[in-house]
């Protein structure tokens, strides 16, 4: 694909309309010094100097903010928030981006999912997990549900991004995905291992190598290996499409028939991977929707992911600088 070709696809990011259904969760960084050893156990004293923890959606919400700072206009965000701080400050910050109130499900007395980093000299020191990881209520579910369905038939796809907080289920993927395809809609899935014999008859998953790894059952040493990964997934899942992420190898992207094609990374460096699965599934979705073929789109979504890694925290890529890495390429295709 020559840099006219995606650049054309890119400027059709604002036509597209997706919904994003996954685990929402707020990602907090705490930034400080060390400059000594606590004399009370063997480990470092931070000394915290932001006032105020940097806070960011994270999870499914990545995903809908890199869809929103991709260029798209109408994108839709479902997935369940507690009634906590934590939870209201994730619906100011995605409703700030366009999101709709009602797609954000509150659970009372399930606490919002919050991950905290602690940030040390440009290091990660420790980070602090605050989550319910079981599944979410019936009641609660079915909501999800309701507001699915409400928007399947306006939307061009739908991603699912599952990090394992209890949202994501077997009975409820069972109705969506029964419902997408239906009307005759893309699903594109970001797995997690303990849902994954449940994504069956999905357009494409995108799992990375650890993920693809583990569902497979077997070392993945080699291309060939990675290759006889993704035709087991293909056929224990019977989806269309697989790519699998190989961090600073690349991807992976294998169809139905067995056709592979695999793309270098296209990361010029590498300083934080924190995020950069949810820059992938955003970009790769926006570029099919817009008009590309799924290999133009993982080329597009490479392109994306090199960026995002070359920020720290959990990000987003801009459309003006996803524009700019692709024109300024010195290669001539991507």
Known sequence: MNKSRALSIIKKFPEVNILVLGDIMLDEYIEGSIERISPEAPIP??????????????????????????????????GIVGDDAPGAAIKKQLHARGA??????????RPTTVKTRIIAHNQQVIRLDREERSPITRQSRQKVIDYVKEKLSGV?????????????????????????????????????????????????????????????????????????????????????YV?????????????????????????????????????????????QSAGASWEEAARIANVAAGIAVSHRGTTTVELGELQNRIQNSRFSRL
């Open 45 to 78: 004293v931070v000394s915290i100097f932001n006032r105020e923890a940097d806070r960011r959606p994270g999870g499914a919400a990545n995903v809908f903010n890199n869809l929103s700072s991709l260029g798209g206009k109408n994108i839709f965000m479902c």
């Open 100 to 109: 709709e109130v009602a797609g954000l499900v509150v659970e009372p007395g």
């Open 156 to 240: 061009h796809a739908l991603v699912i991004s599952d990090y394992e907080k209890g949202l994501i289920t077997e009975p409820l993927l069972r109705e969506i995905i029964t419902g997408a395809r239906r009307r005759g809609i893309v699903v594109a899935v970001d797995p997690k291992f303990s849902n994954f014999r449940h994504y069956k008859k999905v357009t494409i998953v995108v799992p990375n190598i650890k993920e693809a790894r583990a569902f497979a059952r077997h070392e993945l040493e080699s291309p060939e290996d990675v290759l006889a990964a993704a035709r087991y997934i293909l056929k224990a899942l019977a989806c269309a």
């Open 243 to 287: 790519l699998i992420k190989k961090g600073e190898q690349g991807m992976t992207l294998v169809d139905r028939k067995g056709h592979a094609v695999s793309i270098p990374t296209a990361a010029l460096e590498v300083y934080d991977v924190t995020g950069a699965g949810d820059t992938v599934i955003s970009s790769l979705v926006l570029a």
